[in-house]
């Protein structure tokens, strides 16, 4: 698996950070000498803004993946979010949290993925 593309595989939530086939991916890319992880929803999937999503770090920290451009009630990212792992991984571990609404819907749904 490459530094630059992580897959995530789980249920309706697997997809490809270059050609995504479901609601989100994420995407690793070297940042310096650290990792920056970007949530990437699928064309017409809102990720919720006021749930930021979360990776929940094996040793304990969490990190929030955040964007500062929101729609104009800042309920939802208009950029992905993202944030910086310390270090370089080619694999990143942990689990991910995130609230994804489906396109048409008005209701987010909760989504957990171990990585």
Same mark, same amino acid.
């Given at each position: 698996?490459?530094?630059?593309?992580?897959?995530?595989?789980?249920?309706?939530?697997?997809?490809?950070?270059?050609? *995504? +086939?479901? @609601?989100?991916?994420?995407?690793?890319?070297? +940042?310096?000498?650290? &990792?920056? %992880? &970007?949530?990437?929803? $699928? *064309? =017409?999937?809102?990720?919720? $803004?006021?749930?930021?999503?979360?990776?929940?770090? @094996?040793?304990?920290?969490?990190?929030?993946?955040? +964007? *500062?451009?929101? &729609? *104009?009630?800042?309920?939802?990212?208009?950029?992905? @979010?993202?944030?910086?792992?310390?270090?370089?991984?080619?694999? %990143?571990? =942990?689990?991910?949290?995130? +609230?994804?609404?489906? @396109? =048409?819907?008005?209701?987010?749904?909760?989504?957990?993925?171990?990585?």
């Amino acid at each position: 698996m490459s530094l630059t593309t992580l897959v995530l595989a789980l249920g309706w939530l697997a997809a490809c950070a270059r050609a *995504p +086939s479901g @609601p989100l991916s994420l995407r690793a890319e070297r +940042s310096g000498s650290d &990792t920056r %992880i &970007t949530l990437i929803a $699928a *064309p =017409g999937y809102k990720v919720n $803004a006021r749930l930021k999503p979360a990776l929940e770090l @094996p040793d304990g920290r969490v990190l929030r993946l955040d +964007s *500062p451009h929101l &729609t *104009p009630d800042s309920a939802y990212f208009v950029q992905p @979010p993202s944030a910086l792992v310390p270090g370089r991984h080619s694999r %990143i571990k =942990g689990r991910l949290r995130a +609230s994804v609404c489906d @396109p =048409g819907q008005t209701v987010c749904r909760s989504v957990v993925v171990e990585l």
